[in-house]
């Protein structure tokens, strides 16, 4: 899987390396469906199964059209649908941030945190990425614990396992606090 993932950043950023370069982008095809390029560079590297360039010859602008002419990148996901939070269109992130008491006199402090939605659609905590203050963490983790369910993931019709990052800063709008620095000469 490392290898994969590997193959694919490095196709991605090639690609990206030659559309900035000269002012040009592939057609990203994702699941069969054209995506913007921020589109899929949203997409966590875990989810991807496998990755097709596609050169920019006749038989490719002919199915793809004239956007092919700079390449297409066909990328497959290990699922057909993503899971999909469940509560009146906010997203996980928007929802934790506004179940979470945190009151606009407090520091900022900040929560990254990678979780797994399972086949049965519970969300569970995977790994801590970044975490500035324990009383946010630990306000964060409850409102996850207590956020309901998730549509999961499908593939071919079978729910499948799916990863996310979710990212809290509170009070919102307000600036994390620099980092101080000490340097010893």
Known sequence: MTALVKKISIALLCCAAVSVAVAQ?????VNGQPL?????????????????????DEETIARYGEGASNGVIIISLKYDTPARFSVDSLSLGDYVARHVRWDADEPAARVVLRYVVGTDGRAVVETELESTDNRLKRR?????????????????G?????RGVLRIQLPEGKPMPRMRELVIR
């Open 25 to 29: 982008q592939p057609v990203y095809i």
């Open 36 to 56: 913007d390029e921020a589109r899929v560079a949203a997409i966590p590297p875990a989810d991807i199964e496998c990755v097709e360039n596609l050169p920019a």
């Open 140 to 156: 964060v983790l409850k409102a996850l614990a207590e956020a309901p369910g998730w549509s999961p993931a499908m593939k071919n």
């Open 158 to 162: 079978v729910p499948v396992e799916s």
